[in-house]
């Protein structure tokens, strides 16, 4: 298995999307725990602030951006205002997203995969896929600027394809169609921008954080934030010898 080790982030700067609530809040505050600046990335700026105000009373580094991730001019306008600001990006964490095919994840898919509406299936795909390849596409030429750059797609196992066609696997059952393959999507875009970054300092990987307590997660998880974003961090957070172009839970390597 390859090397996984963090590295320390003091002097790093890092945008975290979807980081008002939830799994983003928890990943926002453990960066910054570990020496990072953090740019609390949001749709509602308000609360962005929030974040970044309380952190910031912790003694932590952070600053907050207004960012709708399915936004052209919101992703154009992060870019420069984080060029402008920082000049360089050295971690980009793609937490923000949807799950729209049932109330929360522990609960069935509304529709039949036959039966998934149109505007399901597009909105889903405009937040969990086209809005990080496009952001992490308009942010790679700073996180270039970056002495060791690194991209964490936040995922799901209901994205691996492998899961969804074992008949014995946990996330057989859902059959949500619009999210599961958004995340599978997303699984493929990883494999695929690591690879032509492959040989840069730029390191690309996409987790999976666990099944969460939180408003998509629903009550029933087994799992806390704090627990949740621990695999965002480390992936963010590896040393030059560490992975790329892989799909992992912790330690684990997990199965496309």
């Not at 740019?39 to 602030?49: F, H, L, T, Y």
């Not at 809005?131 to 964490?152: H, I, M, N, Y």
């Not at 797609?153 to 014995?168: A, E």
Request: net charge negative.
């Amino acid at each position: 298995m390859a090397n996984n080790a963090a590295a320390p982030l003091n002097g790093k700067t890092a945008l975290v999307t979807g980081a008002a609530r939830g799994l983003g809040v928890e990943i926002a505050r453990q960066l910054a725990a570990r020496g990072a600046h953090v740019i609390v990335g949001a749709r509602d700026g308000v609360k962005a602030e929030a974040v970044a105000s309380d952190l910031r009373s912790q003694g932590l580094m952070a600053s907050a951006l207004q960012l709708d991730v399915t936004s052209d001019d919101d992703r154009r306008a992060a870019c420069l205002a984080i060029d402008q600001s920082h000049g360089r990006l050295d971690i980009l964490v793609n937490n923000a997203g949807v799950l729209l095919d049932s109330p929360d994840a522990g609960m069935p898919a509304t529709w039949r995969p036959s039966q998934t509406p149109v505007n399901v299936m597009r909105d889903t795909f405009e937040a969990n896929f086209f809005a990080p390849l496009f952001l992490t596409q308009g942010l790679l030429p700073l996180l270039k600027r970056s002495d060791a750059g690194r991209v964490v797609n936040v995922s799901s196992i209901r994205g691996s394809l492998t899961h969804l066609s074992d008949p014995s696997s946990p996330v057989y059952p859902g059959h949500a169609l619009a999210y599961d393959t958004s995340k599978a999507a997303l699984n493929a875009f990883t494999v695929l921008i690591a690879e032509e970054l492959r040989g840069t300092p730029i390191k690309v990987n996409t987790i999976h954080p666990g099944w969460l307590r939180t408003a998509m997660g629903g009550s029933q998880a087994d799992m806390s934030v704090e627990e949740g974003a621990r695999t965002a961090v480390q992936y963010a957070s590896l040393d030059e010898q560490g992975a790329t172009g892989g799909f992992f839970f912790l330690d684990e390597r997990l199965p496309w």
